[in-house]
């Protein structure tokens, strides 16, 4: 079967670095995405990966190991404002998205 | 830009009540799709379509039905509600298969 897992929630602090992991299980790979999902409403787009490496954009940095079938979602100097519901989802080999249940992300002063 | 809207924002529906949710896109998207997601779960995929006039079955279909008669607009209709359609349901569009997924604002259902 195909599957996805994350961490269901994690509490980190105000100014701190946050690591959320994702790995998963597809029949065939064509990209994984992250999304950011606040609170009551739709999911939006923050990182892409198809090859190995890691892509940087801003404090947020995402890293892909294909071989392992491992992703993480690198935050740093983390936000009140970054509390919210983190989306691993990989494109299978259908062309469809397979989404992991998220992470709920706690930020602390 | 607008990008999608969907309506309407919430409904409650009385058990076997049918219900159109409806979303509409301009960015001239040729994929669209619809997800429910529910407490726990991700995302899933009810029904989508490549491009218009063509659908086709997601993971959860059962109990609903789309059609894709123009590139804007993909409806979502329940035949007859039951109370575990209840569910925060989502319309995302994206402009190539492999490409990212844009989200409408979803729509709050609750069947009783």
């Known amino acids: 079967g195909q599957n996805i897992d994350q961490p269901t929630e994690m509490t980190a602090t105000e100014g701190a670095i946050v690591q959320i992991n994702c790995t998963y299980q597809?029949?065939?790979?064509?990209?994984l995405f992250w999304y950011q999902q606040h609170a009551g409403e739709a999911p939006t787009f923050l990182s892409y990966?198809?090859l190995d490496g890691l892509e940087e954009k801003g404090r947020f940095s995402s890293f892909l190991s294909r071989s392992k079938g491992y992703s993480y979602l690198l935050l740093k100097e983390l936000q009140m404002k970054d509390s919210a519901s983190y989306l691993c989802?990989?494109?299978?080999?259908?062309?469809?998205?397979?989404w992991g249940a998220g992470t709920k992300l706690i930020i602390k002063p | 830009t607008a990008g999608i809207t969907q309506a309407p924002t919430s409904q409650i529906l009385a058990a076997g009540r049918s219900m159109t949710l409806r979303c509409t896109q301009d960015m001239r998207h040729n994929a669209m799709y619809w997800y429910r997601q529910d407490l726990g779960l991700g995302l899933r995929l009810i029904h989508y379509?490549?491009?218009?006039?063509?659908?086709g079955k997601g993971e959860v279909p059962d109990g609903y039905s789309v059609s894709r008669a123009n590139t804007d607009d993909f409806p979502l209709t329940l035949a007859s509600a039951v109370p575990s359609q209840t569910s925060v349901y989502f319309c995302a569009s994206s402009d190539s298969d492999s490409g990212r997924r844009f989200f409408g604002p979803g729509t709050r259902l609750t069947v009783l």
């Open positions: 379509s490549n491009t218009a006039g063509t659908t």
């Open positions: 597809t029949s065939g790979f064509n990209g």
């Open positions: 990966n198809v």
């Open positions: 989802a990989v494109i299978g080999s259908n062309y469809q998205l397979i």
